[in-house]
């Protein structure tokens, strides 16, 4: 297989002139989602668990980003500080939409960015891919299914001795999503089906 060339990555990439913005947009003075992520941690955390809540997850294995059914999908990504970029490890990427990769070339995929340029993205500089999961989960049996889709809790408040800890599937941090007033409390919550569901499969958010 073919290795991109370096000197691929260093173009200029140039936005597609047609590409509509909201109104008001100005390329001057207008800060990205990627820089406000890259630069403020509290605004990192909050976008981080709107995604969730909007159905996007993390990607176990990154290579399932060059299967064909991923084609003309939303995607977002974290640098692992090893591209020619130099930036550092956990960069934020907003990303865009997939258009593909060459024919039996498992190095890199090609996507267009929400500025309409083109970019190449090499598989082995990537740290996590997230995606927006576009059809609902089903578990259960095939006499009793089950549609499921996010679950969300009330964001915890009124700090007790009975924290309820779920694991942020971006982040991979423990993250308080309910204060019990006793042991008793803490038991039934983690007992319900709901919790069940977010612990195990990590696909929860905050309302």
Same mark, same amino acid.
Not at 104 to 109: A, K, Q, R, T, Y
Not at 112 to 124: D, H, N, R, V
Not at 127 to 152: A, H, L, R, W
């Given at each position: 297989?073919?290795?991109?060339?370096?000197?691929?990555?260093?173009?200029?990439?140039?936005?597609?002139?047609?590409?509509?913005?909201?109104?008001?947009?100005?390329?001057?003075?207008?800060?990205?989602?990627?820089?406000?992520?890259?630069?403020?941690?509290?605004?990192?955390?909050?976008?981080?668990?709107?995604?969730?809540?909007?159905?996007?997850?993390?990607?176990?294995?990154?290579?399932?980003?060059?299967?064909?059914?991923?084609?003309?999908?939303?995607?977002?990504?974290?640098?692992?500080?090893?591209?020619?970029?130099?930036?550092?490890?956990?960069?934020?990427?907003?990303?865009?939409?997939?258009?593909?990769?060459?024919?039996?070339?498992?190095?890199?995929?090609?996507?267009? %960015? *929400? !500025?309409?340029?083109? +970019?190449?993205?090499?598989?082995?500089?990537?740290?996590?891919?997230?995606? &927006? =999961?576009?059809?609902?989960?089903?578990?259960?049996?095939?006499?009793?299914?089950?549609?499921?889709?996010?679950?969300?809790?009330?964001?915890?408040?009124?700090?007790?001795?009975?924290?309820?800890?779920?694991?942020?599937?971006?982040?991979?941090?423990?993250?308080?999503?309910?204060?019990?007033?006793? %042991? *008793? !409390?803490?038991?039934? +919550?983690?007992?319900?089906?709901?919790?069940?569901?977010?612990?195990?499969? &990590? =696909?929860?958010?905050?309302?």
């Amino acid at each position: 297989m073919t290795q991109i060339k370096q000197n691929l990555q260093l173009y200029t990439r140039i936005p597609d002139p047609k590409t509509k913005h909201q109104r008001g947009f100005n390329a001057k003075t207008y800060i990205s989602i990627q820089d406000r992520v890259n630069n403020d941690p509290e605004y990192e955390i909050q976008y981080i668990d709107d995604l969730i809540q909007k159905g996007w997850y993390k990607l176990a294995d990154n290579n399932s980003i060059l299967k064909d059914e991923m084609k003309g999908r939303h995607f977002k990504y974290r640098l692992n500080g090893n591209s020619l970029s130099e930036a550092e490890k956990g960069t934020f990427r907003s990303g865009g939409i997939i258009i593909g990769r060459k024919e039996l070339d498992n190095n890199f995929i090609l996507y267009k %960015s *929400y !500025s309409g340029a083109i +970019f190449p993205l090499q598989i082995i500089d990537i740290e996590e891919i997230y995606m &927006k =999961d576009p059809n609902k989960k089903i578990i259960g049996t095939n006499k009793e299914k089950q549609i499921k889709s996010t679950v969300f809790f009330n964001e915890p408040t009124n700090e007790t001795p009975f924290p309820v800890y779920l694991t942020c599937k971006f982040t991979g941090k423990q993250v308080v999503v309910y204060y019990a007033k006793d %042991s *008793y !409390s803490k038991d039934r +919550f983690t007992g319900t089906k709901k919790y069940d569901y977010a612990y195990k499969t &990590k =696909d929860w958010g905050f309302k």
